[in-house]
């Protein structure tokens, strides 16, 4: 089940999570790709993976609204899909923040995979490449990440990735099968800097990720062939 709020609440949301690392001059939330509605025209039509969602008595579709995953921790992942009850362009996020850092992982109906992660400490010139080591449970797996951006008067770098890794990350994530959030259960390194994160909680928001991206993934490489 999904609880919904208004998009000027989901971006204050997703700015509280990346406050770790949101200082002058690094990328707020806004700056993941998130594809804007009318992008389409028509009703927009069912997704498949979108089965909790519960947007009963939502205003009209002129109002943007974002459905938000239920029973969330503070402490740890949180889920938005939206706009609901409007035509368009539709997104996905999946947001946490750590001590030193937060991560948003985004995707989009146009088919856009996307990631973005700040990392106290951690520095990389801007718009150079560096490697990122990902373990989500017991599987690692290392990934060319960009240097964003860094912000000024800090030592620590916005790292950006988009495509099938970032993809392979949310379906490992999804995969995850605790009883509970388990604390140090994502761990990300670079260069000689380390964030860890909870596995994602309760379950069923990362696996509604999933599902959203690779209909979505699956749907733009079926349009382009």
């Excluded at 089940?1 to 999570?17: F, N, Q, R, S």
């Excluded at 806004?30 to 909790?52: F, L, R, W």
């Excluded at 009883?179 to 259960?185: G, T």
Aim: glycine fraction near 10%; include cysteine; hydrophobic fraction near 40%.
């Amino acid at each position: 089940m999904m609880k919904t709020m208004p998009a000027m609440a989901l971006g204050a949301a997703l700015m509280l999570c990346s406050g770790a690392v949101h200082a002058e001059g690094v990328p707020a939330a806004s700056d993941v790709h998130v594809p804007a509605p009318g992008g389409t025209s028509g009703a927009e039509k069912a997704v498949p993976g979108v089965s909790n969602l519960n947007t009963s008595g939502l205003p009209s579709a002129d109002t943007a609204e974002y459905a938000q995953g239920l029973h969330e921790n503070p402490d740890g992942w949180h889920f938005a899909y939206g706009p609901v009850h409007a035509p368009g362009n539709k997104s996905a996020i999946l947001a946490a923040k750590a001590r030193n850092g937060s991560i948003i992982l985004s995707c989009g109906s146009t088919g856009k995979i996307e990631m973005i992660f700040g990392m106290a400490g951690a520095y990389t010139e801007t718009g150079l490449d560096d490697i990122a080591d990902f373990a989500v449970g017991e599987k690692s797996h290392n990934l060319r990440v960009r240097a964003a951006k860094n912000p000024q008067k800090a030592v620590e770098t916005v790292y950006y990735a988009t495509g099938m890794d970032v993809l392979g990350i949310i379906r490992t994530m999804a995969a995850m099968n605790s009883p509970r959030q388990m604390p140090h259960a994502i761990n990300i390194s670079i260069k000689d800097r380390h964030m860890a994160l909870p596995s994602p909680w309760p379950i069923e928001n990362a696996q509604e990720m999933m599902g959203l991206c690779a209909s979505w993934h699956n749907k733009h490489t079926n349009e382009i062939k």
